[in-house]
């Protein structure tokens, strides 16, 4: 059984050829003086293009290069997860490939972690490379984010972080389906605290985050830790009561004082307008509950793994199937 090396780096990799020689360039410059033993896990999420096998020569010619291969696409989050469970290390860095977490970033954060601290995260202090509208979405998305959960989701922050043994395992412990990583570090606690850098522009090749899997996202943060959303209908219910309640005094008065009753079609139209949509709008975010619901209850393994490479037999890791 191989000794538990002090340091674990996760790299999720989707379709990042471009970006995978000089990207373990930077990484064997960095963990040549890092001055720690350490393991490297490249966690292939169902790459389409000549990813997988550039790991797997990588791999040949460096055992502390682990990859660990998904039988498909499973998405960014879920291909975290099973780094984390795989790493073996005291400590357990989890950071992007295509080098917009800099390794360098990683030796503040052990600084930090062997002062005490069990969650060190990354804060940008400036993005570049990244369009103006990510980073505007992006600042109010966790703004509001923190405004409607209890926990404390550290603003300008990803999935760029370092993690003790003792959080790793209680992260593990968590097997939702819907995950939103950043958010169940938080939740778990244990003493967190902070480095900054400046996020550097994606090394090379396109980012895998467009629009769609963006919004699909920010909805699995809001409700994997939140049930706010489900209120919006008691307040909804409340406004259309008191809108109504008006338009019920304007009405009698009308027919009563007014020039007849056959007026009127406009508030009408616009009432029935109003009512209906937020009618939508709360079945719609039922809908997102009710489907998150029956995703977690069908228990599917997070995870096909198809492939392993220099991943000891004896390694403890999380269940091989997620
Ligand atoms: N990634 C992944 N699976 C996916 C999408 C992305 O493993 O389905 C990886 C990707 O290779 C990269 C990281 O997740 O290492 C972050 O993706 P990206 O840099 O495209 O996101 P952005 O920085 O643009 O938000
Ligand atoms: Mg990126």
Redesign the pocket.
Known sequence: MSARPTLSLV??????EPVIPELHKRLAAFLGDVGESWEVIF?D?GSRDRSREMLRALAEQEPRYKVVGFAR????QI?ITAGVDYAIGEAVVVM???L?DPPEVVKAMIDKWREGFDVVYAVRTKREG?TFF?KVTAAAFYRLLRKMIRIDIPLDA?DFRLMSRQVVIALRSLRETHRFVRGMVSWVGFKQTAVYYERPA?FAG????PLR?MMRFAIDGVTSFSTVPLRFATWLGMLAGVIAIGAAFWALWTKFFGTGVVPGWTTLMMLVAFGSSAQLLMTGILGEYIGRIYEEVKRRPLYLVSEERNVGENDERGPRHG
């Open positions: 790299l999720p990799i989707y379709n990042e966690v999420d696409n499973f998405g960014h291909a992007d490939a295509d917009q990244e990510k990803g994606r396109e980012t895998k985050y899997k």
